[in-house]
């Protein structure tokens, strides 16, 4: 096994030896992966494999499983995200999450995008925030004139599109993405590869996909995640972890290869 | 479908005996003969409610609902003291059972505590329910009076000078009456906003939390107004069955003729005048009793009405 960590740019999260447990199921093993700042990252593999979970360790999610275990180190801007002194509210407002459903809260869509900033009593003009965070998810033409109607009467693109304004607003360093297109037809996920590109600009984007071409188009590098079955369970792992371009078109491990070529078990 | 020439294509019918079809068509003007039977009913009850009302209302005419004369001797009738008594009970009931019947229900929709302990305390919480009225009422009489009137008269002693406080109590009176029925509606809230704090869907919690709320946050500005229509659904029930609660209420209230603005004071309500007088009364006084079942009914239909209109006009958003 391989777990090459990217060493060229200063890494805005990092994992080091992490193990992830539900219980005294081992749920994924050993990752080692660091994640570079301003650039997409990229989490492929089979169902189980644990890209999820890894996920949302990141911004300690997964605390609210109540058998949630890891153990390792997994650092955010050099300091221990699972140091007793990290607050998990706090974490989770420099790291925003998107996720697999469009999930927007029963609210006019300006106090969807207002609910964040409102918790952090956000100073500022909130007029002005709701309408760059909008403009930021490429939304803002299509709902300027409706912003007190419910996000919920929107179609799945746009609540979609509508969360990552929602993330946007609270100014995170880093926006992680559970399959955030999986939910969504083949243009408003276009729509949203685009809008990927844009963010990377500001934001350092880890995104789950279950869509290979979406990870060779809209990703910098790419992490490919396998699972084995092992007496106590099937465990997941980082097979291989490098640039997108290698991963798909030089990829040094057989499992990536037979998985990024569609010869998967 | 491509079908080649030489395929013979099966028929989709199923072959159905008549039996089987003549079931089919009882079995709808069964059900729907049930359905409108419940609606005849209703409809039943009150046009004959309403006919043996009518020499009341053509007699007392509004000032029923205004005035505080129950007088059978000289046939002078009228309700204002009960009307007065349903609504003061029920809303001190609400007052005193809405805060603690969400907090329960938020309690128990968390997990504040383990499954294992959980289950069992809703299930009790559920029981309290199952305790027949007349049961509550004994209760009142015997264990909550004795130790309200030594708290109450205390109260009366310090904060006499507010209004609500003013006489003291002698036992049985309006205070206890809105206490047991908060007691006995504090199961419906609960049960109902539990049930509906549950059905929150996951996916907002999470939302909530990943954008870096707290735990309280997540309660009270996302889960709760999630669920409001089903809590204020549950304040309505809770509402209907204090307003309508009849024998705990006669049994604890001291069934006096008076609207006093201290709920120490002894007082009546609209169900509890109703059993009370039903087997001596005839003539123009069954008439009075059913113009005031009347504006019971009326009571608890505006009650529910407004409880639609709000909730429409926040699930509008």
């Given at each position: 096994m391989v777990t090459s960590s990217h060493p060229q740019i200063q890494p805005i999260l990092s994992s080091k030896d992490a193990n992830i447990y539900y219980g005294n199921f081992?749920?994924?093993?050993?990752?080692t992966i660091d994640i570079p700042k301003n650039s997409i990252t990229a989490f492929i593999g089979p169902?189980?494999?644990?890209k999820s979970t890894v996920l949302r360790c990141f911004n300690r999610l997964?605390?609210?499983?109540?058998t949630f275990k890891m153990r390792g180190r997994m650092n955010y801007h050099g300091q221990d995200?699972?140091?007793?002194?990290?607050d998990p509210v706090a974490v989770r407002r420099q790291i925003g999450m998107v996720f697999q459903k469009p999930n927007p809260f029963p609210k006019s869509i300006y106090d969807n995008i207002a609910f964040g900033p409102r918790l952090v009593n956000y100073k500022g003009d909130m007029d002005e925030l709701v309408e760059r965070s909008l403009r930021g998810s490429a939304l803002w033409d299509e709902v300027k004139d409706k912003l007190n109607e419910s996000g919920l009467a929107l179609s799945g693109g746009q609540q979609q599109r509508l969360c990552i304004a929602r993330a946007i607003a609270m100014q995170p360093d880093v926006i992680l993405m559970d399959e955030p297109c999986s939910a969504l037809d083949p243009i408003s996920t276009l729509k949203v590869e685009d809008l990927l590109q844009e963010l990377k600009e500001k934001y350092t984007i880890v995104i789950v996909t279950h869509n290979m071409q979406q990870a060779s188009r809209a990703s910098d590098y790419t992490a490919f995640f396998n699972v084995e079955q092992t007496d106590r369970g099937r465990t997941g792992h980082i097979v291989e972890y490098d640039r997108t371009e290698v991963i798909f078109q030089n990829p040094q491990q057989q499992a990536t290869q037979s998985y990024v070529s569609g010869r998967f078990g | 479908m491509v079908v080649s020439p030489n395929q013979k294509i099966e028929p989709m019918q199923r072959d159905r005996s008549p039996l089987a079809r003549n079931l089919d068509t009882a079995f709808v003007w069964l059900t729907g003969g049930f359905a409108s039977l419940i609606a005849i009913l209703l409809i039943t009850i009150a046009i004959r409610v309403g006919i043996d009302a009518s020499p009341a209302m053509a007699k007392f005419g509004l000032g029923f609902l205004f005035e505080s004369r129950w007088d059978p001797v000289t046939e002078v009738y009228s309700a204002f003291p009960q009307i007065y008594g349903t609504i003061v009970s029920s809303f001190l009931a609400l007052l005193l059972a809405v805060p603690v019947g969400i907090g329960v229900a938020i309690f128990l929709s968390e997990?504040?505590?383990?499954e294992k302990i959980q289950r069992p305390v809703v299930f009790l919480v559920e029981l309290l329910a199952a305790i027949p009225s007349v049961v509550y009422g004994l209760w009142g009489i015997f264990v909550l009076i004795p130790v309200l009137r030594d708290m109450g008269k205390g109260i009366h002693q310090s904060l006499g000078w507010l209004p609500f406080f003013s006489t003291s109590p002698s036992g049985p009176g309006m205070y206890v009456a809105g206490i047991i029925l908060a007691i006995m509606i504090l199961p419906i809230i609960t049960a109902i906003s539990r049930d509906a704090l549950v059905a929150v869907p996951l996916e907002l919690r999470q939302a909530a939390y990943g954008l870096g709320a707290t735990r309280w946050e997540t309660i009270f500005k996302i889960i709760l107004p999630a669920a409001f229509s089903g809590v204020v659904g549950g304040i309505m029930l809770a509402l209907g069955r204090a307003m309508g609660e009849t024998m705990a209420v006669t049994m604890v209230i001291g069934n006096a003729n008076k609207a006093s603005v201290s709920l120490f004071d002894q007082g009546s309500t609209v169900s509890s005048l109703l059993a009370n007088q039903f087997a001596e009364a005839s003539g123009l006084q069954v008439s009075s009793l059913m113009y005031a079942a009347i504006v019971l009914f009326a009571l608890t239909l505006v009650v529910n009405i407004l409880a639609q209109v709000v909730v429409q006009r926040v699930n509008r958003i």
């Open positions: 081992l749920a994924v093993r050993d990752v169902s189980g494999c644990g997964n605390d609210l499983i109540k995200l699972y140091s007793p002194e990290i | 997990d504040f505590i383990p």
